[in-house]
């Protein structure tokens, strides 16, 4: 099993980008997934989750401006970030809970560069 992340990239504050994690592989089922952020000198933060039944949760810092959504047929879970600030430049992962066989895991994404620029 493996997570990609993708979409990272260079946006001018005020702008949006779309993130993606996609999960593929051997599994059987996707339970709840997060994505993190760290910035440079920076300990890794939560941003938000969704869970297998589409509750969301967000970091008081991106509440209002992200948004988390997942689509099941493709194993891909979004994070669309609109009004970005300098502050949210950071490198973002996404983490999984996979179901493998009879096994709930954890899986990390490789993570996607995100600079806004002011």
């Known amino acids: 099993v493996q997570l990609q992340a993708s979409g990272g990239g260079l946006v001018q504050a005020g702008g949006s980008l779309r993130l993606s994690c996609a999960a593929s592989g051997s599994l059987d089922s996707i339970g709840s997934v997060h994505w993190y952020r760290q910035a440079p000198g920076k300990k890794r933060e939560w941003v938000a989750t969704i869970s297998s039944t589409d509750n969301t949760n967000y970091a008081a810092s991106v509440k209002g401006r992200f948004t988390i959504s997942r689509d099941n047929a493709k194993n891909t879970v979004y994070l669309q970030m609109n009004s970005l600030k300098p502050d949210d430049t950071a490198v973002y992962y996404c983490?999984?809970?996979?179901?493998?066989?009879?096994?709930?895991?954890?899986?990390w994404g490789q993570g996607t560069q995100v600079t806004v620029s002011s």
């Open positions: 983490n999984a809970d996979i179901l493998v066989g009879s096994r709930w895991l954890s899986y």
